[in-house]
């Protein structure tokens, strides 16, 4: 953090008095700052949304606006009962499969209009709270998801909060768009389908907007170019548009069916 940044932030501090919450010094303060700026984007679009509005398809195949309303609302929710879980020192694994439940979001489609806009709102607060009464030491915890052992590290749940966020800002098939999500965490978002993709397919993703390229799998003579939000796009599922082909053809079926985004 550069020293104009720490004196707004001592500024910022003085004005709002020793009751307010603060990140501390060492939580992921740049994942932090994409899920906060999605949840504000995330919020305007829904503003701007009438409630009749709510009850128009999303853009996501056979799911309405209420559903990813819902699923974003129950899985602030949810990370908030991990960050907690970990944060007050509780054993054992997580007592409950780490995943909005379907129930959940059958219930969440069912809310009066107003229910499911507080639904939001009040998850996203309480999600803060929660990630603001982290430690230092609190940051670098785990929580045991299962029986397998499968590990859900604290550290990691701002960047899955804003995944979800952003893209579901652009499920809700209203004006959101890939090009305003932040470069940064669209690097981050192209690094994370190159990882889940690799040993799938060979790929090399090179954007025009871009000094550094992504290589997934081995390298290849097919590389795919274009502005990074579009190749982000394409990564994520939500359709191909603007990109070139290098080698042979646009590679078919390794972005995935888009869907409800989980932990």
């Known amino acids: 953090m550069s020293t104009a940044q720490e004196a707004a932030r001592a500024a910022l501090r003085q004005r709002q008095g020793p009751g307010a919450r603060y990140d501390a010094p060492a939580a992921p303060a740049r994942s932090l700052d994409w899920a906060r700026r999605g949840t504000a984007y995330f919020a305007r679009l829904l503003n701007d949304l009438s409630d009749a509005d709510l009850d128009a398809p999303s853009a996501l195949p056979g799911l309405s606006r209420r559903h990813i ?3 974003i609302g129950y899985q602030a929710r949810t990370l908030s009962e991990i960050v907690a879980w970990a944060r ?7 007592p409950r499969v780490v995943q909005v439940a379907e ?4 219930l969440g489609v069912t809310l009066p209009t107003r229910a499911l806009r507080y639904l939001f709102d009040h998850s996203e607060v309480h999600l803060n709270v929660e990630w603001r009464d982290l430690t230092d030491a609190d940051w670098d915890a785990c929580v045991v998801e299962d029986a397998e052992g499968r590990r859900i590290a604290l550290r990691e749940t701002p ?3 804003a995944r979800a966020l952003w893209l579901h800002a652009v499920d809700l098939n209203a004006t959101g768009r890939f090009t305003d999500m932040p470069p940064a965490f669209i690097d981050a978002l192209i690094r994370h389908y190159a990882t889940a993709y690799s040993g799938k397919v060979d790929l090399v993703l090179s954007p025009s907007d871009r000094q ?6 081995n390298a290849t ?15 994520s599922g939500r359709g191909a548009r603007g990109l070139q082909v290098r080698g042979g053809p646009l590679p ?10 989980g932990l």
């Open 69 to 71: 309303i819902a699923h």
């Open 88 to 94: 007050t020192g509780q054993a054992g694994p997580f």
């Open 103 to 106: 129930s959940d979001i059958a």
């Open 159 to 161: 960047e899955t909060r």
């Open 212 to 217: 550094q390229e992504v290589v997934i799998g």
């Open 221 to 235: 003579d097919i590389t795919v170019t274009g502005r990074a939000a579009d190749i982000g796009r394409w990564l």
């Open 252 to 261: 078919e079926g390794i972005s995935p069916v888009p869907g409800l985004i």
